[in-house]
Structures are given as C-alpha cells and as structure tokens.
C-alpha cells in the first residue's frame, strides 16, 4: 500500500507540473461542480479479500443493489490538461461500517453517517472534444465515521463522461476504495452524476500596439541617491555607487542582502544570518520541526525514526505483531508452527470415525488452544485428512467433519471460531502408505498449519 501512495504522489506532482506550462488548450475542462448519487457496496470487496474474485461470481455472492447504501456527494472538477482533470469530492452517506477484526472496534448494528472527502486525478482516454469520453480516476481520500471513526484511503477506479454541450456533463464511475489506514476497509462505489461549469472561458486577449517610446529625460536624479539617471542603472530605487546605483543584491531574494548573508545563493532567514534553518541529521526536517534532530527520521513522527515497540528489529509499520517479538521471516511475530506441528502429529481417528482417539490427541489440543489464546493474533488452518478406505465423496466428507471436529474443540476452550480454517481433503494427501494397517492409521490425521493475518 505504501508503494501505490507514493505512485500516486508522483503522479500528482508530474501532472501538476505539467499543467503550469503557458498553453491554454481549447478542451481543458473549466472549473465545475456536480451533484452525484452514489451506492456504497460495503460487503463485496470484503468477501474478496477473504476468498477470491472467481469464488465471490461463482457463487453470486456479490452485493445486490437493494442491499447497498444510496449517497449524496459534491464534486469539483478543473483540467489541468486535456487529458487529466483535478477532482474533489465530498459525499455522505449512511452505512453499517465492517471494521476489521484488527481494527479492535465493534461494528455497529445501526447505519451511520459516514463523511468523506477525495482528491483525485481523473485521465480522460480522450478530450472533452468527444461525447462519450472512458477515464480512469486515482487518489487519496479520507473519511469520518460516526463523528468519531477517522480512516485514510486510496480512491481508484474507472468511469464514462457523457457530454451534453457548453460544459454540462453526465458521468458514472466504478470505484474501488483501498484501505490504507486501521480503522479504512476496502469497499465499492457505484456513481452517477450530472456537472455544470460555474463559469464562462475567458475570451482570447486583444493585442494592443505599443505606446510610442517617451521622450528622452532631462538629466536628473529620480530616486535621489546622489547618483544621476543616465549613470544608474536602478534609477527608480534608491543605491549605492558601489553597486551603480542598485541596492545591495539579495541573490537568493531571502530579505537579507548579501553582504549580511552568509549564504547569499540560499534562501534563509535572520536567524541564521541568511542561511536555511539546519539539518543536522539530513533527514529533510529542520532541527527546529526534528525532536530526533541527530537521528535520521520521517516526517510522519516527527524526525524520529519508526519505532520498534518490542526491539525485535521489525518496525511497527513492518511489525505484524508490534507489542511481540519475534523473527522478521515471521513478519516479527512468535514462531508457533513448529510447538504446533509437533502436537498435531499425536491426533489421530478411528476408520470412519471423526472422534479424537485417546488422551494424549486430547492433551495436545489442550496445548494448542492455549497457545492461540496467547497469541491473539495467531489465525489456524485445521486440515483433516483419511485413508482410502471407502469411496472418495464420502472420505472427502468424513475429512471435511475430521477438521470441524477439531475446530469444534479449540473454539470450545475459548479459541475465537473466526481465526480457524477447517479443510477436509480426503484421502488426497497421505503421508503413509494405504496398503497396511499402520500406514492407514497415519494417514487418518488432521494437520495444524499457524500463519497470521495479512
């Protein structure tokens, strides 16, 4: 997420260089505004992430639009080109807000008001020249749930322009909203909406013929600093003859001129004699903004460096478990797997049983619980797998109960349900051999894989 802010920083920064070139192009969209209806789609994007895009269409799980939230927005929009124009945009809207699990917020059982503002950059695939213009939109937004909830975002998406004459237009847009900060969710935006520009463009300048040239001055003194016009070169500004009659120079145009500048090619301030407010960590903060002014930092706290809450050497940016140390291949959470793997190896079943078989199973699930309820941000993947006694559907099945079994149990010593996967894969796997008792005995077993959220 951080590499898609700063490709849309730039983005702005080069377009917005862009557009102060002298040209005035004759399809640079003029200032406008719009009123939008809009549907929030708060579900579907959540269930993709979850799953996937094909598992969500193949099993017409996307949000139907009696189910989404209707809005009202505003937008403005300017070209900066042709080819790209600068939109903002505020709407609201009331919505039940899905936090994430990590978010540490309970969702609400109530709609509430949900506010949020955008700047993005819109690029037309064509000029306002054309009735039906495709463009693509990207940008960065933020939102304010409930009066109390704030989240950062990435707007992006793509839409239609229908164009009705002198600058009206109709537009739609397909949005993808990308969380970027805890507390955002990713979510879809459905638009449609109807713009007028809120003033006319501004009629080509009449070139008017010089003035003929004045008459030629009487020798005389005009800024009276001693020094006559026709030898001063700043007449109308009172000098010095060091300088021809022009003030001391301020090169860099700081306010201090350069014979009290120390740095008189740099802009500066009186306090540093004309120089720049130093950097003395190079990081790009001035010591006087810098509370780490000897440390290398960010902006974002303050000239620090990022912080590493359990000086496991993975920052809190980094650090999926920030209060836990533990390995960076482990994104700085505790290595679980290996406890884990060695428990599972002791749980086996009865052919065509999905009970646990003995105490020692039973111990080691007790284990595994507990080490979960440790580790809260621990998610489990409880896979059952069987012999090939029987036929394959009804292993498969007898797998699938193998896996619920056993996540039946971890919920019930106070494992959350929602942080285990239960697979069943039949007799796909086997570790064993099926051709002897011992062999099929092995192969009936559940495996317990630990990973955390991304």
């Known amino acids: 997420m951080k590499k898609l802010m700063f490709s849309l920083i730039a983005m702005m920064v080069v377009v917005a260089s862009s557009a102060q070139t002298p040209s005035a192009p004759s399809y640079k969209k003029l200032p406008t505004l719009s009123v ?48 790209v124009d600068f939109m903002a945009t505020l709407a609201g809207s009331y919505v039940k807000y899905p936090f994430s699990y990590y978010a540490g917020v309970s969702p609400s059982n109530d709609n509430k008001f949900l506010l949020e503002s955008s700047a993005n950059l819109n690029i037309k695939l064509l000029t306002d020249k054309y009735f039906l213009v495709p463009y693509f939109s990207f940008g960065v937004g933020a939102s304010m749930y409930a009066g109390t909830y704030f989240a950062a975002y990435a707007p992006m998406g793509a839409g239609l322009q229908l164009n009705l004459g002198e600058g009206t237009f109709v537009h739609t847009m397909f949005g ?85 500048d120390k740095c008189p090619t740099v802009k500066g301030i009186a306090k540093y004699q004309g120089c720049p407010i130093p950097d003395t960590d190079k990081d790009g903060i001035n010591d006087e903004e810098d509370k780490c002014p000897t440390v290398p930092g960010v902006a974002r706290y303050q000239g620090c460096p990022i912080p590493d809450t359990d000086g496991d050497g993975v920052n809190d940016e980094e650090d999926k478990c920030p209060t836990e140390a533990g390995p960076r291949s482990n994104y700085g959470c505790p290595e679980i797997q290996q406890k884990i793997t060695e428990l599972s190896k002791s749980i086996y079943f009865t052919t065509a049983s999905a009970k646990v078989m ?22 489990l993947t409880v896979e059952g797998h069987t012999d090939n006694t029987g036929k394959a559907d009804a292993n498969k099945k007898l ?13 019930g010593k106070g494992v959350d349900a929602s942080r285990i996967t239960a697979i069943g894969y039949g007799s796909e796997k086997p570790i064993d051999t099926n051709k002897t008792p011992a062999g099929r005995a092995k192969n009936r077993r559940v495996e317990l894989k630990a990973s955390y959220a991304q």
């Open 358 to 379: 003995d105490k020692k199973a039973i111990k080691s699930l007790d284990e595994v619980a507990e080490i979960l309820k440790k580790y809260t941000k621990a998610m």
């Open 399 to 411: 797998s699938q109960k193998r896996a619920d079994s056993v996540k039946e149990y971890l919920a």
């Open 176 to 260: 993808y909203n990308a969380k970027i900060s805890p507390l955002a969710t990713n979510h879809l935006t459905y638009s449609i909406g109807i713009g007028s520009p809120i003033k006319e463009r501004k009629a080509a300048p009449v070139v008017m013929a010089p003035p003929p040239p004045p008459p030629a001055p009487v020798e005389k003194d005009t800024d009276g600093d001693g020094i006559v016009d026709s030898k001063d070169k700043c007449p109308t500004v009172p000098g010095v003859a060091k300088y021809d009659g022009c003030p001391v120079p301020d090169t860099d145009g700081d306010g201090i001129n350069d014979e009290n």
């Open 36 to 83: 939008n209806f809009f549907l929030k789609d708060m579900k579907t994007a959540n269930l993709i992430d979850h799953t996937s895009l094909s598992s969500v269409l193949n099993n017409s799980q996307w949000t139907k639009v009696r189910d989404m939230n209707p809005g009202l927005g505003l937008a403005y929009y300017e070209g900066l080109t042709e080819h």
